[in-house]
C-alpha cells in the first residue's frame, strides 16, 4: 500500500497538481492519497470576510474557518483531484474523516492554546476494516485534512499527522511505503545550494534542528515521518511531487527516512 501526501503548494497550483497526479497514476498497487490545501483555504476565506487567524504558525479553526476549510478541503480540492484522476483513467473516491468513520479523532484541549475545530488522532482513530473495504474495491482513496469527533463536529487536522498515522495503522496489515512529496528534492542540508540529504537518521535530525537547518512546516513533517518509521512503517520518503516512481524506487531520489 502507498500512503501518498501531497503538499500545499502542489494542491495550490493546477499545473503542478496535474504534473503530480500524472505521476501518481504511473504508479501500481493499492494507493490512498492525502491531501491539505490552505492557501486556498485562505484565498477562499478572505472572499467570504474570514481572514486566517494564526497562533505559532498553526491556523486557528475557529467556527467560520471550519466552514471554509470544510468547503475548500472537502469540496473543491478533493473533488478537482478525484476529476482530474478519473481523467486520467484511475478511479478514485473522495471520503472525509467522517464518511463511513473512517477517521474518528478527539478535540484539541483549549489549554494552553485554544486551536479550534482541530482533531488530534492516533493509530486507533482509523477505520482500516473500513479502509480495506474500499482498497478491494480498487478505487484510490482521496482523504482531505478533515476528521470527525463522533458527536457530530468535523476537525481539521494536519494532513502530515493523517499521513503518518493512517500509514501506521495500516502497517499492522500490509507492507506499507510513506511517502511526502513537496517542491524540493528531499530535505536539504543547505536550503540555498539545494543539497538533498539522502538518508536521515533521528541523531542527524535532531542536529539539523538545533542547527536550524530544518525549520518551519519540515519539523513536524518530519516527526510524523520519523514516528512512522519506528512504528512499523516500511519505507519513508520525502522528496519532489513531479517523479514519484522515481522517489519510490530509486534509492538516489529524495531522502529517506531511516
Ligand atoms: P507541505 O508542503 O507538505 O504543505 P510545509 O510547507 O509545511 O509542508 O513544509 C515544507 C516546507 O518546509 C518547505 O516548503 C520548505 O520551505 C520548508 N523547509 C524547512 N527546512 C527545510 C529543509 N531543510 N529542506 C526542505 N524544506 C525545508
Sequence with gaps: LHVVKIGGKVVDNEGSLESFLKSFVKVKGKKVLIHGGGKIATQVGLKLGVPPRMEKGRRIT???????????????????????????????????????????????????????????????????????????????????????????????????????????????????????????????????????VSKLDRPLYEQYEKDGVVFTGMLPKLQNAFNAKESGVKEVKIGHFQNLEDLMNDNQQGTTII
Design 62 to 196: 475557529d467556527r467560520d474557518t471550519l466552514e471554509v476549510v470544510t468547503m475548500v478541503y472537502g469540496g473543491l480540492v478533493n473533488r478537482r483531484i478525484v476529476a482530474m484522476l478519473q481523467g486520467m483513467g484511475e478511479s478514485a473516491i473522495g471520503l472525509t474523516g467522517a464518511d463511513a468513520n473512517l477517521i474518528q479523532a478527539k478535540m484539541r484541549p483549549k489549554h494552553p492554546v485554544d486551536f479550534g475545530y482541530v482533531g488530534d488522532i492516533e493509530k486507533e482513530s482509523i477505520n482500516v476494516d473500513m479502509v480495506q473495504k474500499i482498497l478491494d474495491l480498487d478505487l484510490t482513496l482521496v482523504l482531505p485534512a478533515l476528521t470527525h469527533d463522533g458527536m457530530g463536529n468535523l476537525l481539521n487536522t494536519n494532513a502530515d499527522t493523517i499521513a503518518a498515522t493512517f500509514a501506521i495503522a495500516m502497517a499492522e496489515h500490509f507492507d506499507v511505503s510513506l511517502n511526502f512529496c513537496f517542491e524540493e528534492n528531499g530535505v536539504l542540508s543547505d536550503y540555498y545550494k539545494k543539497t538533498v
